[in-house]
């Protein structure tokens, strides 16, 4: 049985998520031709990845982990651990956005629903 790890981006041990979605994809283009054949045209032969990281009722201190991490890929990569324990160097996605929901609990405290998109870089 597999054991999950706790994820880090660029050394930051980053809070469990919720749930950590990833998309296996490969770079380039397709079209379809005219005899409904669909042609591929790609980079490379290479698998990348595409990651969402879902967190869910985290507290101030978890959300400062988060954007700390999260800043230092505004215009860089850094190497991400995932949940897997698989190692990938990773940025932000065109458009790439850090989505916070802040969230009131039944005993009044504010936590924090938090969104991340991280693509694989080449």
Do not use: C
């Not at 998309?23 to 079209?31: D, K, V």
Request: no cysteine; proline share 4%; net charge negative.
């Amino acid at each position: 049985m597999a054991v999950a790890t706790i994820p880090t981006l660029g050394g930051v041990a980053l809070p469990a998520p919720k749930s950590q979605d990833y998309t296996r994809l490969y770079r380039g283009g397709s079209l379809q031709m005219a005899n409904g054949k669909i042609i591929h045209d790609l980079i490379d032969n290479t698998a990348r990845h595409a990651f969402n990281l879902r967190f869910e009722f985290i507290n101030n201190t978890q959300l400062g982990t988060i954007t700390t991490a999260w800043d230092a890929i505004k215009n860089a990569t850094a190497t991400y651990v995932s949940v897997r324990n698989t190692s990938h160097t990773v940025t932000r996605p065109e458009d790439g956005e850090l989505d916070v929901t802040p969230v009131v609990t039944a005993g009044g405290d504010v936590k924090y629903h938090v969104s991340m998109d991280l693509i694989e870089d080449s």
